[in-house]
């Protein structure tokens, strides 16, 4: 029982700190961390190139080199053009939702979305300064995501994606 609170303590330390108005996964803080203090802290963080919503550059950080109890995948850093981070994201097993929730309850205290029913999707999402902290657990998966997100990102990726579905129904109609 010891272990899994010393466990649950430091996982609590790494994942954010309370002092700052914005998340910071991992020690690095949403809107404010750039790509060199990513480079600096993880110095084997791998480029994959620019994302789609922010244009700017995306890393990935081997879930061997980040000490969270039920990391499944890779870290995703995302950056915003300017080269400010925008989003940080990573992947768990399922069966960790109860215990990540209550650590992020304990952190961010306003809640925005809570749907944690006894069987199908869970999604918690906080809001934190400029940013929004989300878990999500698909119904279907054996994974879950927690995800880190500057508001500025997400309204990107909206735009992004009602313009990508817009443009589909314009092809649909010419089609038809």
């Avoid at 084997?44 to 039920?70: A, C, F, H, I, W």
């Amino acid at each position: 029982m010891k272990k899994l609170l010393f466990t649950a303590a430091g996982t609590l330390a790494l994942i954010t700190n309370i002092a700052n108005a914005d998340p910071k996964p991992l020690g690095l803080e949403i809107g404010k961390a750039t790509v060199s203090d990513l480079e600096q802290k993880f110095p084997q963080v791998t480029p994959l190139g620019n994302n789609l919503y922010t244009s700017g550059k995306m890393y990935s950080l081997s879930r061997n080199e980040v000490p969270l109890d039920g990391l499944v995948k890779d870290v995703l850093f995302i950056f915003n053009d300017d080269e400010s981070l925008a989003c940080v994201s990573m992947t768990f097993n399922k069966d960790k939702f109860s215990e990540l929730n209550e650590q992020l309850k304990k952190k961010y205290k306003k809640v925005i979305k809570s749907v944690i029913p006894f069987v199908g999707n869970k999604l918690v999402k906080y809001k934190d300064g400029n940013s929004v902290v989300e878990l999500n657990a698909p119904h279907l998966s054996f994974e879950m995501d927690l995800s880190y997100m500057s508001d500025n990102f997400i309204k990107n990726m909206n735009n992004q994606i009602q313009q990508e579905e817009k443009a589909k129904k314009q092809q649909e109609s010419e089609l038809l």
